[in-house]
């Protein structure tokens, strides 16, 4: 890549009134915003130092990942260098890497490849291809697990020298709190994507598509770790904002619509997210799928809405009907599309498994009841001398005769916690 300009790293200034006006409907940017205390030594957060090191470690992990598909005299080549070696000759063999949903030998990229096709890009166009660092170039599906963040760590690299004014910094950064974000690295994702929303409200104020794209994915990452309420107000403020700046049926209005009927359910106004979601299928079926991250917007509206309907305690069994047959279907076109292995098939499949099994329980009171009775039963034979092992994939656990009953009882419930994390069942059942 050509050279970059020198970095410039101070604080982003607050927008003006006039600048300001336009989003002064919205929430104010929380105090973990500021960008004064993301300064650390060197002028650089911390989650930003390192980046040579961080992304060669990332590279490494992901090439390792998919070392049993690249294998073989016959292997894939690069997508871009149309070679298994890499660009650069001068150095060890580059390895391959793939994270998408392609099939048999197509694609497969070089990092470094990917980073100089993105580099050419910047020059041809003058701007980064973001879509380039986000979604494979075969087919149009976004990265996932280790490759996601080898991308991501690789664009950080690459637009780090640039000022923090810079659009294509904000584009890197965003990029790589979505990485964490999306492989369950929430806490570690938090302040990066606030890091980027207050570069957005600082330099890119007057740009409503940066400044929503921000506020949604801070919103998001917000609600994964907890925090539902704030980001359900946040999200109910920016469809509106997206409602009248964008449109119903724009993708990126749609795409705030399900995390807000997703933030509805987490905080169970279930009857408030299935009409909600409801009325946002038919948009979403209809959407013209241009941008990537569109193409699987009405499977996820579909998914949402199972989940409003068989978590609801006060489902009629027409409902949890309903959410038993959404949900298959859900994973049927998933299998298809993604493949069985897909972080996104396995996801839907865990919720079609619970919708069964809610609706097999007579609904989600008697669920929620069923994995506190096991415990009982488990602790009355363990109790009685009558059960020594409790086998479990991950982990497996030995029961001396010799152990207190209590300390059973306390081994068994942190086992199933463990096992059955889901806060909306571990919530209810602890109460």
Same mark, same amino acid.
Not at 347 to 364: K, M
Not at 406 to 423: G, H, M, N, Q, Y
């Given at each position: 890549?050509?050279? &970059? /300009? ?8 607050? /927008? ?13 940017? /929380? ?44 292997? /894939?080549?690069?997508?871009?260098? $149309? ?66 963040? &080898? ?5 950080? $690299? ?26 369950? @690295? ?91 979601? @409801? ?41 949890? +009907? ?12 998933? @299998? ?40 009982? @039963?488990?602790? +009355? ?28 009882? $306390? ?9 059955? +994390? ?10």
């Amino acid at each position: 890549m050509s050279s &970059a /300009p020198a970095p410039d790293d101070s604080p982003a200034p607050a /927008p003006d009134d006039a600048s300001a006006s336009d989003d002064s409907h919205l929430l104010p940017i /929380p105090r973990q915003t500021d960008p004064l205390l993301f300064w650390g030594a060197g002028g650089q957060p911390a989650w930003a130092q390192d980046a040579d090191e961080r992304a060669e470690a990332a590279a490494s992990a992901a090439v390792a990942s998919c070392a049993s598909l690249t294998a073989g005299v016959r292997g /894939p080549v690069c997508l871009f260098c $149309r070679t298994r070696r890499g660009p650069d000759f001068w150095r060890q063999d580059e390895g391959l890497m793939r994270g998408c949903v392609c099939r048999g030998g197509d694609g497969f990229f070089h990092l470094t490849c990917l980073a100089n096709e993105a580099a050419r890009a910047v020059e041809d166009e003058e701007e980064p291809d973001d879509m380039l660092w986000n979604c494979c170039d075969v087919c149009d599906q976004a990265y996932h697990g280790v490759v996601q963040e &080898a991308v991501a760590r690789e664009c950080w $690299r690459s637009y780090v020298p640039l000022p923090r004014s810079h659009v294509w910094k904000f584009w890197a950064t965003l990029t790589l709190g979505n990485a964490f974000n999306e492989n369950d @690295r929430q806490e570690e994702a938090l302040p990066i994507l606030e890091y980027a929303l207050a570069t957005a409200m600082g330099f890119f104020s007057d740009d409503h598509d940066q400044v929503m794209d921000a506020r949604t994915t801070v919103a998001n990452c917000l609600l994964d770790v907890g925090r539902h309420v704030e980001a359900l107000q946040m999200l109910r403020d920016d469809y509106a904002t997206d409602v009248r700046e964008r449109g119903a049926a724009d993708g990126a209005t749609l795409r705030t619509a399900l995390s807000l009927g997703i933030a509805m359910s987490t905080n169970k106004l279930f009857a408030e997210a299935r009409t909600f979601l @409801r009325a946002q299928h038919p948009l979403a079926v209809g959407l013209d799928q241009e941008w990537a991250q569109d193409k699987n917007i009405e499977l996820d509206v579909r998914e949402a809405l199972g989940e409003a309907l068989y978590r609801d305690a006060d489902a009629t069994p027409a409902d949890l +009907s309903e959410a038993e047959t959404l949900l298959k279907g859900v994973v049927e076109t998933s @299998r298809k599309h993604y493949g069985r292995g897909h972080p996104s098939t396995r996801y839907h499949e865990a919720a079609y498994r619970e919708a069964t099994a809610v609706r097999a329980a007579g609904g989600a009171r008697r669920y929620k009841r069923a994995p506190h009775m096991a415990l009982l @039963r488990l602790r +009355s034979l363990v109790g009685r001398g009558r059960a020594r092992v409790v086998e479990a994939p991950t982990p497996s656990l030995l029961f001396a005769r010799s152990f207190p009953n209590e300390l059973v009882w $306390r081994i068994l419930e942190f086992w199933e916690e463990t096992e059955r +994390s889901d806060s909306w069942v571990r919530g209810e059942r602890l109460k």
